[in-house]
Structures are given as structure tokens and as C-alpha cells.
Nanobody, 123 residues
């Protein structure tokens, strides 16, 4: 059974940075696609970024591209989301997800999910 645990969330001022981590256990996920999603209050969960086994990356259009960077450390079974130039609209619960085969933006295709970490950006 795959378990994902996010960390690194918190309160930050607009323009600041945070680095989220997602540590996996139960299985080596080096061949898995790893993704980050977020859900703001009253909104649907949305794709933020994804990275496949070979390091190819996807980012959500416009909203985070150029500010957020996804990376992975297979030796640590961990994926990261570096978030720079944060804006109040980035406030959300951020979730880590994993899937052994799918590489894309649709949350329905990811099999494994973490519990989420809160990110609050103050203006």
C-alpha cells in the first residue's frame, strides 16, 4: 500500500516562497507519475504540476507556470513543489498524488493521495 505524506505548508506573505515535500512509503515510486493538486475553499480540486518517471514535467496553464517547480528525488522517494512569488490566490490545501501509469492532469486517474498540507498566502 502506497502512503503519501505532505509537509512544508504554512502561512507566508505574498511574494514569498515555500517548498512542499511529499514523502512516499510502502513502495518505491521511481517509476510512478507524481502530481501536485490544490483545492481552495469552495472550489474544485485542480491540477498544479506533475512529473513522470523520466523527469518530464507538466504545469497548469498560466496560473503557476514560471513560479512553481516540481522535482523528485527517487533515492528519497520524495517529490517536491517549489513555490515562488506566491499570491493570495495560491491559498489552498495542496495534495500530493501518485499513479503507476497515468501521466496527465486529470485527478481521477491518480490512484494514491496524501492528506494534504495547507498553504495560506496573506496579502
Amino acid at each position: 500500500q502506497v502512503q503519501l505524506v505532505e509537509s512544508g505548508g504554512g502561512l507566508v506573505q505574498a511574494g514569498g516562497s515555500l517548498r512542499l515535500s511529499c514523502a512516499a512509503s510502502g513502495r518505491t515510486l521511481s517509476s510512478y507519475t507524481m502530481g501536485w493538486f490544490r483545492q481552495a475553499p469552495g472550489k474544485e480540486r485542480e491540477f498544479v504540476a506533475g512529473i513522470n518517471w523520466s523527469g518530464n514535467t507538466l504545469y497548469s496553464a498560466d496560473s503557476v507556470k514560471g513560479r512553481f517547480t516540481i522535482s523528485r528525488d527517487n533515492a528519497k522517494n520524495t517529490v517536491y513543489l517549489q513555490m515562488n512569488s506566491l499570491k493570495p490566490e495560491d491559498t489552498a490545501v495542496y495534495y500530493c498524488a501518485a499513479d503507476p501509469a497515468y501521466y496527465g492532469t486529470n485527478s481521477r486517474h491518480y490512484d494514491y493521495w496524501g492528506q494534504g498540507t495547507h498553504v495560506t498566502v496573506s496579502s
